[in-house]
C-alpha cells in the first residue's frame, strides 16, 4: 500500500539548512519521527493522537538547558511551580500526577508519585516526545492526560564523542561518548550542573541554588540474525536549596521567608534490561522486558519508593509484511508492576493485559485502537481504551482524531494520610474521558504548516483534600460530578527564507472542577514564539523565544480559606547565539529572561531575573 506523504517529514526537509557552516551534533531528521505512542511506536504523522516532537537540533538552537524550559509553552503544556526545583508538568488542565514522564521508556518516578521537573540537563537528550490525551492503554496508571517521553543519546555508526560547558550564574559540563557497530550500539552521557539560583522569596536574601550529577547509559547486543539484548540505565544525585513559608503572613510578599539551612537530597536509580527476537520471516517480534525505578528523598518529607515492572509483548504482522513496513499490525502486552513505599504496609500490585492494532484502512486513513485490563490488588480493576486515526486528503491537508479513557490510581500519601495504615481505604481512581479532533494543513509558500486541535476532557471521582493540617492525618475524598477541561492548541511552523526558521504555538484552557471553579496552575492563555536566523555567509546562529502567560490562577494560601486569586500576566524572553568555529567546535550564549520582566507563577514565590551564560560545545 502506498502511504501518504507524512507532512512533518517534508517540513523537516524544508527545514534543512544549505549553508556551508554546519553546527556540531545537529542532527537533521529527513525520515518520518517514530514515536512511542503506543504498545508499538508509530510514525508521528500517521498517529492520530495530538504530539510534539523536540528534537536534538531544536535543543540546540534554542539554547535549552534544561528539560523545563524545552517544555515551556509547548501546545496543551503548562509548566510552573515553586521554583526551578519543583516545577510541575500539566498537560491539557490535568494535575501534575496525570502525566507520565518517562526517560528512554523507563518511568522517571516510582511508587505512583508524579514526576517533578527539576536539574534534567539537555546535553543527553536525543528528543522529546510530548503525547497528549489519554494514555493508559500503552502506559497504564499515571498516563490520564498525556505523556512526556524523554530520548537519551542514540549511538550512531562508528565511534562519536563530544563534551560541552557553560559559566554564568553557576556553570555546567557535560560529556558524551557513543559507538555503533553493525550488530551493537552503546551510548554514555555524564552532565554536572551547578545553578547558583536566586533568592525564592525575593527579599535579596541567600540565593537557593541546584547541585545536580547523572549518568546515562544504553546499549544494544545482537546476540543473533534475530535475537538483540538490550539495556539502559540511569543515575541522578541532586542537592537543591529551598525557603520556609509563613501562613501568618498578611500579604503575598511576607508569605515565603528566607531561610539559608533549608535542603533538600535526592537520588534517583532507574534500569531496564530486554531480549528481543524476530522470526526468521520478521514478521513476529518478541520481546520481553524488566525495568526498576526506585527514588529516594532525604531531609523534609522523606520517602524511599521503587516500581518494578515486568512486560512481555508481542507483536504480529498480519499482512505477512515485515514489522517496520506492516499496515496490519497486532500487538499484545502482559504486564505485572509492582509499587513499593518504605512506609506502606502493603505493596500495590496490577496485572495488565493490553491489546493494540494499527492498521491502513485506505492509501489515505491510518488507525490505531487499543484496549487494556487492569487487575489491581488495592483499587477497583480498571478498563481503559483508545482509539486514534490521521487521514490524508489529496490536497495535502490531514485531519487527525483521537479518544481514549484512562485512569489513575490514587498516591501513597492520598491513600495513608501521611499516617502508617490505609487511613483513606475508601479512595477511588481518578478516571479520565478525552477526545480531540485537529486539522493540519500545508504552508507551501513559506515551507511551513499550521495545526488547530480541539480537546475536550471529563475527570470524574477526582481526588481532593478534604481536611488536616501538617503533620497529618490528611483525609481525602473523590469529587461528585465532572472536572471539565476544555480547550483548543495551535502550531505554526515556516521557513520563509533560506536562513530563517519561524515557530509559535497558543493554547487557550478553560479549566474547572465539578463545582464549576477555575482550577489553579493552568493558565486560560499561553503563547509561544521561536525565531532562529542563520547570518548569511557567516558561521552563526541567533534564536530567540517569547512565552505570554495569562489567566494563571493561584491560591493564597496565607489567608484564611486559600481562596483563588489570579496572577497578573507576564511576558519572558530568551535569547541565544551559536558561531562554529570550526565543525566541531561550537562557541555558545544564552540570556534567560532578558528584559528582567518582574512575575510569579505561584503566589510568593519569586522568579528568575535576568541571567547571562556563555559556553563551548564540542562533537566528533
Do not use: C
Not at 494535575?95 to 521508556?105: F, K
Not at 502486552?333 to 492494532?357: A, C, I, K, M, P
Not at 482524531?401 to 500519601?413: D, E, I, L, M, T
Not at 490528611?474 to 476544555?486: A, C, H, I, L
Amino acid at each position: 500500500m502506498n502511504k501518504a506523504t507524512p507532512l512533518t517529514a517534508l517540513a523537516l526537509a524544508a527545514g534543512v539548512s544549505t549553508n556551508v557552516y554546519a553546527q556540531t551534533s545537529q542532527t537533521t531528521e529527513l525520515e518520518p519521527i517514530i514515536v512511542s505512542g503506543g504498545i508499538s511506536p508509530v510514525a508521528a504523522d500517521e498517529f492520530g493522537r495530538s504530539n510534539t516532537v523536540i528534537t536534538r537540533r531544536d535543543i540546540e538552537d534554542s539554547g535549552y538547558a534544561t528539560v523545563q524550559q524545552a517544555l515551556e509553552a509547548q501546545p496543551g503544556v503548562s509548566i510552573n511551580g515553586t521554583g526551578p526545583n519543583d516545577r510541575q508538568i500539566r498537560i491539557r488542565g490535568g494535575e501534575g500526577n496525570h502525566t507520565l514522564v518517562l526517560i528512554d521508556g523507563v518511568r522517571a518516578a516510582s511508587g505512583d508519585n508524579e514526576f517533578v521537573l527539576r536539574g534534567l540537563d539537555t546535553s543527553y537528550i536525543q528528543r522529546i516526545e510530548i503525547l497528549r490525551g489519554p494514555q493508559s492503554v500503552p502506559y497504564g496508571t499515571d498516563a490520564a492526560t498525556g505523556v512526556v517521553n524523554i530520548i537519551t543519546r542514540e549511538a550512531g555508526e562508528g565511534v562519536g564523542f563530544g563534551a560541552s560547558a557553560e559559566f554564568g550564574e553557576g556553570d555546567r559540563q557535560s560529556a558524551y561518548v557513543t559507538r555503533g557497530t553493525e550488530n551493537s550500539k552503546l551510548s554514555l552521557s555524564l552532565s554536572n550542573l551547578n545553578d547558583e539560583g536566586y533568592d525564592f522569596s525575593g527579599s535579596g536574601g541567600e540565593k537557593d541554588g541546584t547541585r545536580w550529577k547523572s549518568l546515562n547509559t544504553k546499549g544494544s547486543l545482537d546476540l543473533t540474525a534475530r535475537t538483540t539484548a538490550g539495556f539502559s540505565f540511569r543515575i541522578a544525585d541532586a542537592r537543591y536549596d529551598f525557603d520556609d513559608t509563613d501562613n501568618s503572613a498578611n500579604s503575598a510578599g511576607g508569605y515565603i521567608v528566607d531561610n539559608p539551612d533549608k535542603q533538600r537530597d535526592l537520588t534517583e536509580r532507574a534500569g531496564s534490561v530486554y531480549l528481543k527476537h524476530r522470526t526468521s520471516d520478521e514478521t513476529i517480534s518478541h520481546r520481553l522486558r524488566f525495568d526498576r525505578t526506585a527514588n529516594q528523598t532525604d531531609n523534609d518529607f522523606a520517602s524511599d519508593t521503587t516500581t518494578d515492572v515486568g512486560q512481555y509483548r508481542v507483536q504480529v504482522a498480519l499482512d505477512q509484511a515485515r514489522i517496520e513496513s506492516s499496515d496490519q499490525l497486532l500487538s499484545l502486552l502482559l504486564e505485572r508492576r509492582v509499587d513499593g513505599d518504605e512506609g506502606e504496609t502493603q505493596d500495590r500490585e496490577n496485572d495488565s493485559f493490553g491489546l493494540e492494532y494499527q492498521t491502513w484502512l485506505s492509501d489515505a486513513l491510518s488507525v490505531q485502537a487499543g484496549l487494556r485490563y487492569d487487575d489491581n490488588n488495592l483499587f477497583e480493576d480498571a478498563t481503559t481504551w483508545n482509539i486514534a486515526g490521521s487521514y490524508f486528503l489529496d490536497n495535502g491537508l490531514r485531519l487527525h482524531a483521537s479518544g481514549g479513557r484512562a485512569v489513575v490510581n490514587p498516591s501513597f500519601f492520598e491513600f495513608t494520610g501521611n499516617t502508617d495504615e490505609a487511613y483513606n481505604s475508601d479512595l477511588e481512581a481518578e478516571k479520565n474521558l478525552g477526545f480531540d479532533v485537529g486539522l493540519e494543513v500545508p504552508l507551501r509558500r513559506i515551507s511551513g504548516s499550521i495545526d488547530i486541535t480541539v480537546f475536550r476532557d471529563a475527570l470524574e471521582d477526582e481526588i481532593f483534600l478534604k481536611s488536616g493540617t501538617f503533620p497529618g492525618p490528611y483525609e481525602y475524598g473523590n469529587r461528585d460530578g465532572k472536572s471539565d477541561r476544555r480547550g483548543v492548541e495551535l502550531t505554526i511552523s515556516a521557513n520563509p527564507t533560506q536562513n530563517l526558521d519561524l515557530k509559535g504555538s497558543y493554547t487557550y484552557l478553560d479549566a474547572t472542577d465539578s463545582d464549576g471553579q477555575t482550577v489553579t496552575r493552568r493558565p486560560r492563555n499561553e503563547l509561544g514564539a521561536r525565531a532562529q536566523w542563520r547570518l548569511p555567509n557567516v558561521a552563526t546562529t541567533l534564536s530567540g523565544d517569547v512565552r505570554y502567560v495569562d489567566g494563571l490562577s493561584g491560591k493564597e494560601f496565607w489567608k484564611e480559606g486559600s481562596p483563588r486569586k489570579e496572577l497578573p500576566e507576564f511576558t519572558v524572553v530568551n535569547l541565544a547565539a551559536t558561531h562554529s568555529l570550526t565543525d566541531h567546535v561550537d562557541l555558545t550564549a544564552r540570556v534567560t529572561n532578558a528584559f528582567d520582566e518582574d512575575y510569579q507563577e505561584v503566589w510568593g514565590f519569586a522568579t528568575r531575573g535576568r541571567a547571562a551564560f556563555v559556553g563551548v560545545r564540542t562533537s566528533w
